[in-house]
């Protein structure tokens, strides 16, 4: 089993969109090319030893998150 969980590439308000690409390491926003990638990538020949996992595409914004650099929840 492996998945995508859905991102927000473009639904926040613009001052926390500002913070995302801010804290990034894409230093940009995700767009659906982005997401369509991944899943072809997981759904391809290659991913064989890849289960069980979610694979966050979102430029790094989790990850600073998890590490305190970031909250979304203020703009």
Known sequence: MRSIPPACLRCRPLPVRRVMISE???GRLGTAEDIAAAADFLTGPHPTFI???DLLVDGGVVAAQRNG???L???
């Open 24 to 26: 990034s390491a894409a």
């Open 51 to 53: 289960t069980g996992t």
């Open 69 to 71: 650099r970031v909250n």
């Open 73 to 75: 929840g203020q703009g």
